[in-house]
């Protein structure tokens, strides 16, 4: 079975700071990858994807995230975090072959101000 | 406004009486899903649906149903809910039947099973 890791449960980081979240996924085929955000009190949102293509993807709010085939990863960066980035963020996967997701355990990110 | 609408919002119930949480999404949207979200487990799948009368489990069926009769909506049931069923459950949707398009996801239901 497939399996997403994110190795960072808990991440406090300052105002200004840079951000990279881990996520590393165990299938071998080709793969559709996905990071969401969970906002308090909000439900999942798409943050970005990477489906094919340039490997360097770039989503909403000045993320980005960098698909490295060779080491099955999709890790998550930003280089300056706000206040308002405190939230929740989930890696997820999901095979070309199947329709199913897969989704990390999550990496709450608590941003001082 | 397009939205996926779960009901309730919490729920809390005893051992054993079948419900239902209901799902609902206004887009038109060939591929419906269930997740359950616990603590350090981040979510689950538990069954999935490309279109009408067409579902599949995912990672975590077991103790759950789900049905497909129309296009909108995508209920949930338990029909004899055990305390390990007690989470956070959300429904989602996209537009493609694979659901690899960005995933619409309702804003929960929180289950207490005691």
């Known amino acids: 079975a497939q399996s997403v890791s994110q190795h960072n449960h808990h991440v406090i980081l300052s105002e200004a700071a840079s951000l990279e979240l881990g996520c590393n996924y165990s299938y071998g085929g080709t793969v559709n990858l996905f990071w969401y955000v969970q906002y308090p009190g909000q439900h999942l949102q798409l943050l970005l994807k990477?489906?094919?293509?340039?490997?360097l993807v770039k989503g909403i709010k000045g993320f980005e995230a960098e698909f490295i085939k060779s080491k099955f990863s999709f890790n998550l960066r930003k280089p300056s975090v706000q206040w308002s980035d405190t939230a929740e963020y989930f890696c997820?996967?999901?095979?070309?072959?199947?329709?199913?997701?897969?989704f990390g355990s999550g990496t709450k990110l608590n941003v001082k101000p | 406004e397009a939205q996926v609408t779960q009901n309730p919002r919490y729920l809390i119930t005893v051992t054993g009486k079948k419900l239902t949480v209901t799902c609902s999404q206004n887009?038109?949207?060939?591929?419906m899903s269930w997740y359950r979200q616990d603590p350090g487990l981040g979510l689950r799948q538990i069954y999935y649906?490309?279109?009408?009368?067409?579902?599949d489990k995912g990672d975590v069926p077991e103790g759950y149903k789900v049905s497909r009769k129309e296009k909108r909506n995508f209920p949930l049931i338990l029909e004899s809910p055990s305390p390990n069923q007690t989470s956070l459950y959300f429904c989602a949707s996209s537009k493609d039947r694979q659901g690899v398009e960005k995933l619409f996801f309702g804003s929960g239901t929180q289950l207490s099973v005691l």
């Open positions: 887009m038109n949207h060939e591929y």
């Open positions: 990477y489906f094919s293509g340039d490997p």
């Open positions: 649906s490309m279109n009408v009368e067409v579902t």
């Open positions: 997820a996967v999901n095979a070309r072959n199947f329709n199913k997701f897969y």
